[in-house]
């Protein structure tokens, strides 16, 4: 007679592994589904739910198409790098909002199928339902063979790629490129708000505009939408490496800007931008989260200085707009267009033009915890919501005009995960 061993599974082919009855188990005992007597690659980690809770997106559109489940499947280990994190807390970004309504696809859904990589393909996939959210602050639960960095029970905070199942849900599998240990000085809630915003700004500052804690002190820094959640945390950073920070926002978002140590604030709302910025000196950097029209009179040398390597880097860019409404060749090829017009443009007058992504990058992870912890940086949260109150986080996240981030608490209340219970609706920390 075979009977299932639940929670363990086959480390080869990753199917349950059984035993013989009524034979004392022993290792030599142990067989998988596809007959590999004494497995040595087989896990013996806890034993967990093969089912979760989730939100997930049944078809393109507005609220009306999530759907909430308690019958989602786990997800499993297949690849030896990855691990099942247990979500404590997410947040909602813009960009979860966004691919609510489809952008994205026509790339996400490539990546999401590596054979159809030639252009003649089409990708073989139903990405649906899909489950959103890109950063997560949460518990190991189950490693693969290679993990040796992370063991089950240690927190950990988490920011998955956008073409991967995301963070709305009890569970997340990722790999070890991913994931960071959570800073010890925050709650789960506090950490969640924290990796997509944070990776996003560091991919602009760093990768893009060359700023690192050695280059940035004294180099003049315009960081236009500062009250945002990618905002607060470039502000932030750019002060703990000893920047000069001016940055744009509304009237009630000036008493916040000034406590994250912005130099320059300049209120929109009362101020002509392009005349307020003209009577200042010129900047190293631009970091862009706004577009529209800013970028067609702030991209010359009236606002960066020339051949001195200034950069302005934008985190509104068409590439997956384009790759959407055009296809995927054609998409490309416009974009790759535009990005060339525009670099070709700065290399006449002496400066350069980037585009900001965000990318998951656990390294960068590493050193953003170690900022919190010497309290460099902290969470801004605009409000926390419940598991069951998603739909109402991407309605707020909809309406614009963020204070910080909006974060989703998870895991259930008063318990030793993460009491969530104390934090307000909303926090300005």
Not at 42 to 49: C, G, L, N, V, W
Not at 170 to 193: C, G, M, R
Not at 365 to 387: E, H, N, W
Request: aromatic letters at 8%; a positive charge; one cysteine or more.
């Amino acid at each position: 007679m075979m009977t299932a061993k639940f929670g363990r599974v086959c480390g080869s082919c990753m199917t349950l592994l059984v035993k013989r009855e009524p034979i004392f188990p022993t290792f030599l005992d142990r067989y998988c589904y596809q007959g590999n007597q004494g497995c040595r690659n087989f896990s013996t980690s806890q034993r967990r739910p093969y089912i979760m809770k989730a939100w997930q997106l049944t078809d393109y559109g507005g609220n009306k198409n999530f759907r909430f489940t308690d019958n989602a499947p786990m997800p499993p280990i297949i690849y030896p790098n990855q691990i099942v994190v247990q979500v404590c807390a997410a947040s909602v970004n813009p960009l979860d909002v966004m691919m609510r309504e489809g952008y994205g696809a026509a790339i996400l859904n490539r990546q999401r199928d590596p054979t159809g990589v030639l252009p003649f393909m089409e990708p073989n996939v139903n990405e649906l339902p899909l489950v959103l959210g890109r950063d997560c602050s949460g518990i190991v639960m189950e490693t693969g063979l290679n993990v040796k960095e992370y063991k089950p029970g240690e927190e950990v905070w988490v920011a998955v790629n956008p073409y991967k199942m995301g963070t709305h849900a009890e569970f997340v599998l990722v790999t070890n490129s991913e994931i960071s240990h959570k800073p010890k000085s925050l709650t789960h809630v506090q950490a969640a708000s924290i990796p997509y915003s944070g990776l996003t700004a560091w991919a602009s500052l760093v990768t893009q505009g060359g700023l690192n804690e050695k280059t940035a002190k004294g180099k003049r820094v315009l960081v236009l939408g500062g009250s945002g959640g990618v905002g607060t945390f470039a502000v932030q950073l750019l002060k703990a490496w000893d920047a000069h920070v001016t940055t744009t926002c509304s009237s009630d978002a000036i008493p916040m800007m000034t406590s994250l140590g912005a130099d320059d604030i300049i209120n929109y709302q009362a101020q002509d931008v392009k005349e307020q910025l003209k009577r200042v000196d010129k900047f190293d950097l631009i970091l862009d989260g706004i577009g529209g029209d800013t970028e067609k009179y702030l991209f010359s040398t009236d606002y960066l200085k020339p051949w001195a390597g200034a950069k302005y880097v934008t985190l509104r860019t068409p590439l997956l707009k384009n790759a959407d409404s055009l296809g995927l060749t054609d998409g490309l090829l416009k974009s790759g267009m535009s990005l060339a017009g525009n670099a070709v443009k700065g290399l006449a007058s002496g400066i350069h033009y980037r585009w900001g992504f965000f990318t998951p990058d656990g390294m960068a992870l590493d050193k953003m915890a170690s900022l919190v912890d010497r309290g460099k940086i902290r969470p801004v949260i605009d409000r926390v919501f419940t598991f069951d109150q998603l739909p109402a986080a991407y309605e707020k996240v909809e309406q614009g005009h963020a204070r910080g981030k909006t974060v989703i608490s998870i895991a259930e209340k008063r318990t030793e995960i993460d009491d969530s219970s104390s934090f307000t609706s909303i926090i300005h920390a």
